[in-house]
């Protein structure tokens, strides 16, 4: 059974930096990519970062360098470095798991960016 278990959301203060980790409860070669969504309240889930088989990053459109997106193989996880953070960064972050059509998802870690 697939598991994705987030973890390092919390509150922070504008400026200050978080990581993120997802753990994968299986291979994490068995995905074609693993990555991070986020929602806001009254906001659609918006695509942050992926990483592929190759370990090819991919970053969503609205992405800066703030935000770095990494994979420990031995591990089975996947980090979410969050620098710089902004109030306009507080949301659920979500990650996910992908391959062909079979798509998991994580329980979600609040991030709060406070002003």
């Known amino acids: 059974q697939v598991q994705l278990v987030e973890s390092g959301g919390g509150l922070v203060q504008t400026g200050g930096s978080l990581r993120l980790s997802c753990a994968v409860s299986v291979n994490i070669f068995e995905f074609n990519t693993v990555g991070w969504f986020r929602q806001s309240p009254g906001r659609q889930r918006e695509f942050v970062a992926n990483v592929n088989l190759s370990g090819r990053s991919t970053y969503g459109d609205f992405m800066t360098s703030r935000f770095i997106i990494s994979r420990d193989n031995m591990k089975n996880t996947v980090y979410l470095q969050m620098n710089n953070l902004q109030p306009e960064d507080t949301a659920v972050y979500y990650c996910?798991?992908?391959?062909?059509?079979?798509?998991?998802w994580g329980q979600g870690t609040q991030v709060t960016v406070s002003s």
């Open positions: 996910q798991a992908a391959v062909l059509s079979r798509v998991y």
